[in-house]
């Protein structure tokens, strides 16, 4: 029985291997390891109720460190719902720092999710810099959403640990 011949184009050239056979090539996908940093549940401490039943709610909070270039960033995801459909603003506030390191600073997030997404559920990512601070630190930051009708969400306090010890 002849061998059939091996055809492949590679670049434009057509390449021939008389006798070559084709093996199956078909492979199981490889699963590397996730070398994402854990995400962990903010405790959140209600501080006030959403100004109605139709605002925004903040329905969680999750931390994830990440060390990037010897920096220290703590991603926030804020998962929240807004029945009206039509949260715009994340609003931060600094309540409270444990030791001063320097100025620590918070800011406003735009949310632009459309609004079925946010009325089925969905959240927004906002990172926080820990800063070029030599020390630990924390900070209590209080967050509400607020819509374009002006009502607001509930009001939650959640801790932010910089634990820069560990910045390779």
Known sequence: MPVPE????LLGMNLLFPGAVLADMSATPIQLPDRSPPSKPAQMIERSAASSPYAPHIDSITLREERIAGRLY???????????????NLHFELVSVSRTPGKVRVRDHPIRSPAARQQAGTFI???FNCGPFDKNYSHVTR??????NGEHSNTVDFTVDCNLAAIS
């Open 143 to 148: 967050a509400t959403i607020f819509a374009a």
């Open 125 to 127: 990512l906002a990172r």
């Open 6 to 9: 091996l055809s492949i184009v």
């Open 74 to 88: 703590i991603d926030q995801q804020i998962a929240y719902h807004a029945e009206d459909g039509n949260a715009r």
